[in-house]
C-alpha cells in the first residue's frame, strides 16, 4: 500500500505559478511511476504529467506543455508539480497517483491515489 498527500493547491492569477507537492509513504516511493491528473468539474479524470522511477524520463499532456514541470525527490519521498503561465483552464483538482505501469497515462492504470487538492486560476 502506498498512501499520498497532495499540498499545494490555492487560487492563483492567470499567467501566476504554483508548485503541488505530493508525500508519499508506506511503500517504497522509487518502485513506482509517479503521476498528476486533474479533474474539472463535469470532464473525466485527466492525465497531466508522469515521471518514471528513477525520474530519467517525463510525459506531459500536449496541454501543459512548457508550462508545467514534474519531478521527484527519492531522498525525501514527495513527488511535485511546478506549474507556470497557469490559465483558468487549468481550474481542477489535481490527484497524485502511483503506478506499477510503465508508461502509464490512464487513470485505471494507476493503482494509487491521493484526496486531490483543488487548484483555481482567476481570469
Known amino acids: 500500500q502506498v498512501q499520498l498527500v497532495e499540498s499545494g493547491g490555492g487560487l492563483v492569477q492567470a499567467g501566476g505559478s504554483l508548485r503541488l507537492s505530493c508525500a508519499a509513504s508506506?511503500?517504497?516511493?522509487?518502485?513506482?511511476?509517479m503521476g498528476w491528473f486533474r479533474q474539472a468539474p463535469g470532464k473525466e479524470r485527466e492525465f497531466v504529467a508522469a515521471?518514471?522511477?528513477?525520474?530519467?524520463?517525463?510525459s506531459y499532456a500536449d496541454s501543459v506543455k512548457g508550462r508545467f514541470a514534474i519531478s521527484r525527490d527519492s531522498a525525501k519521498n514527495i513527488v511535485y508539480l511546478q506549474m507556470n503561465s497557469l490559465k483558468p483552464e487549468d481550474t481542477a483538482v489535481y490527484y497524485c497517483?502511483?503506478?506499477?505501469?510503465?508508461?502509464?497515462?490512464?487513470?485505471?492504470?494507476?493503482?494509487?491515489w491521493g484526496q486531490g487538492t483543488q487548484v483555481t486560476v482567476a481570469s
Open positions: 497517483s502511483a503506478s506499477g505501469t510503465y508508461g502509464a497515462t490512464k487513470p485505471y492504470e494507476y493503482d494509487y
Open positions: 508506506g511503500r517504497t516511493f522509487s518502485s513506482y511511476v
Open positions: 515521471i518514471s522511477r528513477s525520474g530519467g524520463w517525463s
